[in-house]
């Protein structure tokens, strides 16, 4: 059962997503994807070889996106933002001591120079507000007792990675990911319904995307190895022909 003094708490807390909607990285290109989410793709990718919370990359993202909204930023300084973001969520949400999170090059070479990494991350808080506990979707699950299972954490995940849903507030995409997921019996108001039936569609169309990429990489390969069997076919057959000269 949902603790409602919990969720009370979390509305007065919860601070408004500082999304400008015209801001440049917020804009689809032709393929439907915004520059916003490819950065938020590449953090989650870059997280996988940590064992921290969901609520690290949650707080992550929340800290590029007010940052965004804040600071104009060139192409070359967009890892730098992520990396910086990620690690200061890391530094404030987990209990183990976190260092700086840097990248290096193929050669093993750092990317950015000690003191960019401090200005930005300097910056961060600043823009942040020296407030860096922020109130995620997550958190309003826990209130509701929904156990983040490993269904629950695909979809908060796949949420982040979306900016068309994650616009939404934290309680509205929580009871959205409660709606589709079924796990009570609730009734809920129209818009949380629609919600919930943009994340099933857009899923569904993911889905659609990644199946149709599957199918043109096993056409490639089918294609690859019929010309590749019609190379072995004919070296074969200079094979046979070249052996009676040579037993000759």
């Known amino acids: 059962m949902a603790d409602t003094s919990q969720i009370r ?146 979809l908060l995940m796949f949420i982040l990675l979306d900016f068309d849903i994650y616009k939404h507030s934290h309680l509205e995409l929580a009871l959205a990911i409660v709606a589709y997921s079924q796990e009570q019996q609730i009734q809920f108001t129209d818009k949380i319904l629609k919600l919930s039936q943009f994340i099933h569609n857009k899923i569904l169309r993911a889905q659609e995307i990644e199946i149709d990429k599957e199918q043109k990489e096993n056409s490639k390969c089918k294609i690859r190895n019929k010309q590749i069997n019609k190379k072995i076919s004919k070296n074969k057959g200079l094979i046979h022909q070249k052996a009676p000269k040579q037993q000759v």
């Open 9 to 154: 708490d979390l509305l007065i807390r919860e601070k408004q997503k500082p999304i400008n909607k015209s801001n440049e990285f917020y804009l689809n290109d032709s393929q439907g994807i915004c520059r916003r989410d490819i950065l938020v793709q590449w953090i989650v990718a870059q997280s996988s070889q940590f064992r921290h919370s969901l609520k690290t990359i949650e707080l992550a993202i929340i800290y590029i996106d007010t940052y965004l909204n804040y600071f104009k930023i060139t192409q070359e300084y967009l890892q730098l933002l992520g990396i910086s973001a990620y690690s200061l969520a890391s530094k404030f949400n987990e209990t183990e001591m976190v260092t700086q999170i840097k990248l290096y090059d193929p050669d093993g070479q750092n990317l950015y120079q000690n003191r960019e990494y401090d200005e930005m991350e300097e910056q961060i808080i600043k823009v942040m507000g020296f407030q860096l506990n922020y109130i995620t979707s997550s958190d309003y699950l826990l209130a509701m007792n929904i156990e983040i299972n490993e269904n629950i954490q695909s």
